[in-house]
């Protein structure tokens, strides 16, 4: 377990419709990284969030935004859902975001877009 | 896109067998980092090595780097039926924008009991 945890585990949306999926990061940790991972492939880098700022972005759409809180928990709200969406979304906590960090992934929330 | 490409795509051993994944990727990297997944869960992280680092040890697990040939590997020694999952090799390049792992598509190890 790593003290990472995600909301809900499944969901089914239809295309069109907004998601929020939420994510509570390891305790003492300010940083949070959001990856899409489709059936069969790896883990793609959506963006990342310090200190409620985002602090860099990968190959996304501006429909996949994010927030993140004062206690440092964040959001991935995805707007005008399309088939290509579903897959399984994992956030990982990081102590400062820096590189070389280990980053601790949560379990994931499973979305499916019909 | 992915970065890396890892080698073999699936792998399937007998208990106490080695498992050897190769990962190759494209770019300069500050560290690369293996990860293991089981059945579409969330990552759990294995071992780092360092841009500077050539080999790595970690209880069963050797890693090593080769930064020119821009390669690594993970050998699995004296596998169970516990290590099936998938293992990821993630890259990070590091800079300013914090830390982003770019990940290859993964080798699925089966073993046997």
């Known amino acids: 377990e790593t003290g990472v945890t995600q909301s809900p585990t499944h969901l089914i949306k239809t295309r069109g419709q907004q998601v929020t999926l939420r994510c509570s990061s390891q305790s003492g940790h300010n940083t949070v990284s959001w990856y899409q991972q489709a059936l069969g492939q790896g883990p793609q880098f959506i963006f990342q969030y310090y200190r409620e700022e985002e602090n860099g972005r990968g190959n996304f759409p501006p429909r996949f935004s994010g927030l993140q809180f004062p206690n440092y928990s964040s959001e991935l709200n995805v707007n005008a859902l399309e088939l290509d969406d579903s897959a399984l979304y994992l956030c990982?906590?990081?102590?400062?975001?820096?590189?070389?960090?280990?980053?601790?992934f949560g379990p994931g929330t499973r979305l499916l877009v019909l | 896109s992915q970065q890396g490409e890892e080698d073999p795509q699936a792998l399937s051993i007998q208990e106490g067998e080695n498992a050897t994944m190769n990962c190759s990727y494209k770019t300069s990297i500050n560290n690369l980092q293996w990860y293991r997944q089981n059945s579409g869960r969330g990552l759990v992280h294995l071992i780092l090595?360092?841009?500077?680092?050539r080999e790595k040890h970690s209880g069963r697990l050797r890693v090593t780097l080769d930064t020119s040939k821009k390669s690594s590997s993970l050998l699995i020694t004296a596998s169970r039926a516990a290590d099936t999952a998938s293992y990821f090799c993630a890259t990070d390049a590091g800079g300013t924008s914090g830390s982003r792992l770019t990940f290859g598509e993964g080798t699925q190890l089966t073993v046997n009991p």
């Open positions: 990982a906590s990081s102590l400062a975001g820096l590189a070389g960090e280990t980053q601790y």
């Open positions: 090595i360092r841009s500077n680092e």
